[in-house]
């Protein structure tokens, strides 16, 4: 079956723009994650959805970041007024429970953005 | 979540078995230990997980010390293929957590042919 998938691949745009950036899950996973990835770094978490909901936002770096997932299975993440510093692979995965279990995440191939 | 250390890199020779390290020292009872891998420019995939039993999958097999303060992944026959960072992370498994995984630097594994 199909895995995770992200749009787009790449992503290229000037600072101060507007950006979206989006991941299809595994049909039927109620979990999904958001993780970026620096050059040389592990992936850093920045929020979990549980259906639609944001069950935790804490890893968001600012308000300039937000994330949507209206119908509990595509989620959208957004950055406003974008930086240089904002540059990073951003990795969405999916986990088919409960975050309470021990079930693994699924993680997509990212979304590579690079702010100029 | 307890943290984990892990070496910065590691070589292996193709063919032979790969053991790769980890501390948790600070580990808690129901704290499990999960390994992931990330190829060069793909997400990280999952290998296996445990909670104190060694544990063995088709990918690779985990030992945990009886202290549960170190653990060793081993890859029995690595290939090219197996070229890849890995990452131990010690996840709470309970009610109230998230589900996050929180990354360390990881073990950069090198197989040469």
């Known amino acids: 079956g199909a895995g995770v998938s992200q749009t787009p691949s790449n992503k290229v745009t000037e600072k101060g723009k507007y950006v979206e950036l989006r991941c299809d899950p595994i049909s039927g996973h109620t979990a999904l994650y958001w993780y970026r990835q620096s050059l040389g770094q592990g992936p850093e978490f920045l929020i979990y959805f549980q259906g639609t909901g944001a069950a935790d936002d804490s890893g968001l770096p600012n308000d300039r970041f937000f994330a949507v997932r209206p119908e509990g299975s595509v989620s959208t993440l957004k950055i406003q007024r974008t930086e240089r510093g904002d540059s990073a692979v951003y990795l969405c995965?999916?986990?088919?429970?409960?975050?309470?279990?021990?079930?693994?995440?699924?993680f997509g191939p990212g979304t590579r953005l690079t702010v100029l | 979540d307890a943290k984990t250390t892990q070496p910065t890199s590691m070589d292996c020779a193709e063919g032979r078995a790969a053991n790769l390290p980890c501390n948790h020292s600070?580990?808690?009872?129901?704290?499990?230990v999960y390994w992931y891998r990330q190829i060069h420019s793909q997400g990280p995939q999952y290998i296996i997980h445990g909670l104190k039993n060694n544990e063995t999958n088709e990918m690779a097999s985990l030992i945990i010390t009886e202290d549960r303060k170190s653990s060793t992944l081993i890859l029995p026959h690595a290939t090219l293929r197996d070229t890849a960072v890995y990452y131990c992370i010690a996840r709470f498994r309970g009610s109230s957590n998230t589900g996050k995984l929180i990354f360390g630097q990881g073990t950069t594994l090198q197989v040469k042919p």
């Open positions: 995965a999916s986990s088919p429970s409960l975050a309470g279990g021990i079930n693994e995440q699924f």
């Open positions: 600070t580990i808690s009872g129901n704290e499990y």
